[in-house]
């Protein structure tokens, strides 16, 4: 079974410049993540799609960020304009639909972001 | 509201020795917890969960950790570390029989010495 797929793996710009993410999920996997995960600290959620449709975005800069998830399957997340305190790895990950038991993310490689 | 705290930032230990990782956790509803290893440029891997059924939970690669309600704790412990272990480890949680959100600690690296 192919894992959860991201690109870029690395990415640099300029403050104030944009960027795009894209991730795939693993194949048959309803729920998606977007996680900004800054030097030294933990995974933060930044948006969740059940499907096409999102469930959670209430800790997304939606000022700055957008994410969509056309179709179900490939999700993009950008930034626009970025700032320097984005630079951050961001994970996608993804499971199974929820429902009683704890179903497992799996997380793919994530992409590191550095703004200068 | 849920939250876990990760004790202790950086831990060194020896090879052979005894790996204990802390994590205690804040949770209004019955928890999912559960530890992920980060190994350098690479995503998260599970390397065990708690979802309500037995207390000690076995993982991959000789982990297992142990839910304790009374202490609000869900610490990680392999008998004998391997210098592969060499990784940072978070610990997460999530409300049982919902989406799977997950608040993370801000996690543990490891360190193992020769």
């Known amino acids: 079974e192919a894992g959860v797929a991201q690109s870029p793996r690395y990415k640099i710009i300029e403050k104030r410049q944009s960027v795009a993410f894209w991730c795939n999920p693993i194949s048959g996997h309803a729920t998606l993540y977007w996680y900004q995960q800054i030097l030294g600290q933990g995974p933060k959620l930044l948006i969740q799609f059940q499907n096409n449709g999102v469930v959670d975005d209430s800790q997304l800069p939606k000022d700055r960020f957008s994410a969509e998830r056309l179709k179900g399957v490939d999700s993009t997340l950008k930034i626009q304009p970025a700032k320097l305190e984005d630079s951050a790895v961001y994970l996608c990950?993804?499971?199974?639909?929820?429902?009683?038991?704890?179903?497992?993310?799996?997380f793919g490689q994530g992409t590191r972001l550095t703004v200068v | 509201a849920q939250s876990v705290t990760q004790l202790g930032s950086h831990v060194s230990v020896s090879e052979g020795a005894l790996v204990l990782l802390r994590c205690n956790y804040s949770s209004s509803v019955p928890p999912y917890l559960f530890w992920y290893v980060q190994y350098p440029n690479q995503g998260l891997q599970l390397l065990l969960k708690y979802t309500s059924a037995a207390t000690l939970v076995k993982g991959i690669n000789g982990f297992e950790a142990e839910f304790k309600k009374s202490e609000t704790s869900f610490h990680l412990t392999k008998p004998s570390a391997h210098m592969s272990d060499a990784a940072e480890y978070f610990c997460a949680v999530s409300p049982s029989g919902s989406a799977r959100q997950l608040t993370f600690g801000s996690g543990t690296q490891l360190t193992v010495l020769p």
């Open positions: 990950a993804s499971s199974r639909s929820p429902g009683v038991g704890g179903t497992e993310a799996f």
